[in-house]
């Protein structure tokens, strides 16, 4: 699996703790930046790392600012992006199950590194269900095609 990482100022530490576990794990990823803690606007780091998800040059992507809102809402801009704030396993495990998520969004500012470890190894490694959850899925592709004609 090939990772695309990006972050803002508000989430520089936490994706250089993620990188550092990726490494671990043997994990492929490339760093879109940030490279410091210098105020950014996460808008410009997450549209990186969104098109290249959706281009399909890399499988998924993992996204993290202050909240991690600014960053979901800017990838989810981009057709064909499921991006999903997930602040514990739980959300983590169903994002990938019932959502098919390709982009992990973390929160720099509230998410611990421990506890983001183990959400980034849940959603590494759990499947996507399939069968109802891709009628779901369908749905939002129809959705995105409809506005994208305007």
């Known amino acids: 699996m090939k990772i695309a990482l990006g972050a803002d100022h508000g989430g520089y530490e ?12 043997k994990v492929e990823f490339y760093d879109f930046g940030t490279y410091d803690t210098s105020l950014t606007d996460y ?16 499988e998924r992507g993992i996204l993290i600012c202050g909240t991690g809102l600014g960053m979901c809402l800017t990838a989810n801009k981009v057709p064909g992006i499921r991006a999903t704030p997930c602040y514990g396993v739980f959300s983590a495990r169903l994002s990938r199950k ?11 500012r ?6 983001a470890r ?5 959603w590494l490694t759990t499947e996507f269900d ?11 592709t129809k959705i ?7």
């Open 43 to 58: 808008a410009d780091w997450g549209i990186k790392v969104a098109e290249k998800v959706a281009q399909g040059e890399f």
């Open 14 to 25: 936490l994706k250089e703790e993620i990188k550092n576990f990726l490494e671990q794990k």
């Open 110 to 115: 509230i998410t611990g590194k421990g506890l």
């Open 98 to 108: 019932h959502n098919d998520s390709n982009i992990l969004v973390l929160g720099g």
């Open 144 to 150: 995105e095609i409809k506005y994208s004609r305007r």
């Open 118 to 122: 183990r959400i980034v190894e849940e």
């Open 130 to 140: 399939g069968e109802r959850h891709k009628r779901r899925l369908d749905k939002i």
